[in-house]
């Protein structure tokens, strides 16, 4: 993933979980560095990591936070990177 894409899906991620509070996005970034050793940045290569979290974390309300995610990134669906991060995301 180039680093325009890259930066572009990290602060679509922050954005959605910055709506909740600051504090559940230093919860998720604090789960993702004890728990995988990992990085919001590292997530955009692994986004099934990524959505474990949030699912884990948000159960109920995972939709709502994909949605976030989703609209922010709608206008970038034509690069195959954000596109296939964004479906990775994506409850089956």
Known sequence: ??????????????QA???IGLSE???VQSILSSKYLLTLD????????????LFEIYDSHYDEIFQSIQKSLSAN???PDIDNFVKLLKLK
């Open 17 to 19: 979980m910055l709506k």
């Open 42 to 53: 590292d997530c955009i290569d692994r986004p099934e990591i990524l959505k474990g979290v």
């Open 1 to 14: 993933m180039s680093n325009v894409n890259r930066h572009t899906v990290r602060l679509a991620v922050e």
């Open 77 to 79: 669906l034509i690069e």
């Open 25 to 27: 996005l230093e919860k």
